[in-house]
């Protein structure tokens, strides 16, 4: 258990690559993707929706692969992880990553 503690905590303290063109947006995507998910399946504790969450990563890292990158779509996957995870201050530097991954598809943020 002490060994999977200290690898969820080194993936946990990795930062994410900055996108620097349009191109590097999904492959950033990606990378955030592949970190949070190493990160959830190294959480000693169980989740009762770890299963959504992952089926969103994987439809995430899907989404990136292919193009098809829908802002819509990546923002309803991504509130659905953060539902699925609750507030995990393990994970919580991981989905972060995620979540500004998926900004880099979003217009400037709406002004109220």
Do not use: C, K, N
């Amino acid at each position: 258990m002490r060994g999977e503690r200290t690898e969820w905590m080194a993936v946990r303290q990795r930062q994410p690559p900055p996108a620097e063109s349009a191109a590097d947006r999904p492959a950033a995507l990606r990378a955030a993707v592949s970190r949070l998910r190493r990160a959830l399946a190294g959480y000693p504790v169980e989740l009762p929706d770890r299963e959504i969450a992952e089926e969103q990563l994987a439809a995430l890292d899907i989404m990136a692969a292919s193009g098809e990158l829908d802002p819509a779509r990546l923002r309803h996957s991504l509130l659905l992880v953060v539902s699925a995870m609750g507030s995990i201050s393990a994970l919580a530097d991981p989905l972060a990553e995620v979540r500004t991954a998926v900004g880099l598809f979003s217009g400037p943020p709406h002004q109220r």
